[in-house]
Structure formats: structure tokens, C-alpha cells
DNA sequence: GTCCCTGCAAATCCTTTGCACTCCT
DNA sequence: AGGAGTGCAAAGGATTTGCAGGGAC
């Protein structure tokens, strides 16, 4: 069993996560964390994130955009990039069919969760398009 | 518009990749493709990758291991990954509910596609723990 | 001859790690 | 005091890129 001690920066860095809706990369958070600690290093912000993850606190993703991505929302939900701006948003489960639905007698295989995120593009950028 | 021109390293990536259904990395199939080319580079493989991607004749994706994996197979499919062995399977879009039943009013832009892989212990690896 | 493609190596991006020091408990 | 956590910088892995030479057309 591991033994956890408190620390200010982890502190700062679950509140941040807690307080952002934009799925942000190591970095991005990295960003804002300084201007809390101007001194804390991007290795803590790495080190902190993956201990967050095993413990289950946070979830990391990956949507092909070459980084990784963290969310504080942990319950099951997908994800919607869009290609022109590379925002991310949340999708509640209610919005796509049934978890349950997807695993069948076919699958090669015991399934315990699945990942699933839509490309295309959002409403904010299609509008821009528009108007130009 | 792009002008190509025949290229015998070009070739065989295609022909590698064709003749796989392990989905590899890149550099899994430099491993392949040296024992034809000596001496091609791991950056041509990439570069020709890339290309064949852009030129929609193979497909790109990441399934959370930090690196990309190819596929030669452009059909709409799912994959599931092995969190045991690494495997990736292909999965037939008839093993999951159609596609357009994704999309719902709700969807915050337009989804043109989506990628979506299961995470689980494929039955090779299952059987391996029941023997030991 | 032109210009695409190659091999090579250096560069870049993202992430992890080793080490000496600091701060919880 | 003991050991988990930190900052820093170096290392690591994956991918891209600049460049000079080679090959397709």
C-alpha cells in the first residue's frame, strides 16, 4: 500500500483540473500552475497527474493530437474533437447508445472499457466558416 | 495538386503493410522492410507513411501506447486492444451498432467520423492465466 | 535536366527519470 | 528523523526535418 503526504502542489494542480472544462495537456496545466508556483517543474506536474491517475482521482486520455489529455470528470463519457480547432467536449453516455451495447459473444476477447471519440467539427468553427 | 513519382521503397512499405494484420508502428515495419532494404531509413518510412495517409490509401491511429499504428484496411472498423500482450484485433462494424446511430441533434458540431477501440485481455492471454 | 525521393543525422516534441535537497508527519 | 515530494537537468522514445546526393520521368 502506498503512503501519500500532502503537498501544495498537488494540491494546486487537482484544484486547476477541478476548475477547467478544457481537457488540458501536462503542459497547459504546467502553464497555469506557475503563475500559482512560479517555481514548481514540469516533472512534478507529470509526476502528479500519473499518481493522480492511479489513484483513479483523474483519467489521462490520448486523442491523437500527439499529447495526452487529463480530465477530472472520471464517471464514463466520450469525447468530441474538432479537427479545425482542436477543442475537446464532453459527451455524456446518455447521448450515445448503451455501454452494454457494444460488447457481443463476437468479441475476441473479455472487453472491460472501451474509448471512443468523434472527429469532425464544431459548431463554433462552422460558423466562422460562414461568415468568411 | 501532388505529383508522385515511383518509388521501390514506396512499394514495399505498401506491400509490408498489406501483408500484415498486426497493425504496426512504424518502426515495427522498418524492422520488416530492412530485410529488403538494408539501407532504408527509418525517416522514409515515416515520410511514405505520412504520405500514404494524406492520400487516403492507409489509415493512422493511436490507441493510447504512445505511438501511432498503420492499417491498411480503410474500412470503417473498430479495434480492440489486448492490455496483456498489446494485440490489437480488428473488429467488423457489424460487431458494433451502426455507425449513424452515434450521431444525435445533441453532438456539439458535425461529426464526420469517429475512432473508438475497447480495452481488455483478448482470449489467447485469458487462457495463459488459467493455466498457471 | 528537373524535381521528387532517399539516407543520414540533427532537431523537436512529449514524457520520464536520477539526484540532491526540501518539507510533511 | 525518515521518507515522500520537489526542482532541475539530463535522458528517453517517437516523429519530423534540413540537406546533399540519387533516381524517376
Not at 503512503?3 to 501536462?26: G, V
Not at 517543474?41 to 482521482?57: A, F, H, K, M, Q
Not at 464517471?75 to 451495447?101: A, E
Amino acid at each position: 500500500m502506498r503512503t501519500l503526504k500532502y503537498s501544495r502542489q498537488r494540491e494546486s494542480i487537482k484544484n486547476c483540473l477541478m476548475n477547467r472544462t478544457d481537457h488540458p495537456t501536462a503542459d497547459a496545466l504546467y502553464l497555469s500552475i506557475r503563475e500559482e508556483f512560479p517555481n514548481i517543474s514540469l516533472g512534478t506536474v507529470y509526476r502528479n497527474l500519473n499518481l493522480l491517475v492511479e489513484l483513479g482521482e483523474i483519467i489521462k486520455f490520448t486523442c491523437g493530437d500527439g499529447s495526452e489529455h487529463f480530465d477530472f470528470t472520471t464517471d464514463q463519457h466520450y469525447h468530441f474533437v474538432c479537427r479545425t480547432c482542436g477543442k475537446i467536449i464532453d459527451l455524456p453516455v446518455s447521448m450515445v447508445r448503451s455501454t452494454s451495447d457494444f460488447f457481443t459473444e463476437e468479441m475476441p476477447g473479455h472487453a472491460e472499457t472501451h474509448a471512443l471519440f468523434f472527429y469532425g467539427e464544431c459548431n463554433h468553427c462552422m460558423e466562422s466558416k460562414l461568415e468568411s
